[in-house]
C-alpha cells in the first residue's frame, strides 16, 4: 500500500463508503500522496486491481452484480488500523524494487 501514490484518505473513504474510479481520479489533490499521480485512468485502474490482486481491495457487489465500486477489505482495514503511520512513510528503495517485481512476475 505504501508503494502507490494514495493518501490515508483514499483508503479511508474506500473503508466507510466505496469509491470508484472517477471518483479518485477527479480528486488528485484529496488522494495524492507523492508526485506521482497515475498518468491516465487506466493506470489508476490497474493500480487499484493491484490492490485487489494482493488482497488489500474488492469491487462492491450490488443486487445485480459486480460493480464499478471498490471498497477496502478486512485484510486492508486491518492493515490500516494496525499500522496507521505505515502510509505516512516513504517507501524504501528496497520496497518499491519488490514491489516492482511483484507486479511484473506475482508468481
Do not use: K
Not at 463508503?17 to 490497474?46: F, Q
Amino acid at each position: 500500500m505504501r508503494c502507490l501514490p494514495f493518501t490515508e484518505a483514499l483508503y479511508r473513504d474506500l473503508q466507510q463508503r466505496g469509491l470508484d474510479a472517477d471518483s479518485v481520479w477527479s480528486d488528485p489533490e484529496r488522494y495524492r500522496r507523492t508526485n506521482h499521480w497515475p498518468r491516465d485512468g487506466e493506470s489508476l485502474e490497474n493500480d487499484l486491481r493491484w490492490l485487489i490482486t494482493v488482497g488489500v481491495l474488492r469491487r462492491e457487489v450490488d443486487g445485480q452484480g459486480l460493480t464499478s465500486r471498490f471498497r477496502l477489505t478486512p485484510l486492508g482495514r486491518d492493515l490500516l488500523e494496525d499500522e496507521p503511520d505505515s502510509l505516512r512513510r516513504s517507501p524504501g528503495w528496497n520496497d518499491q524494487l519488490r514491489q516492482l517485481l511483484r507486479r511484473r512476475w506475482p508468481f
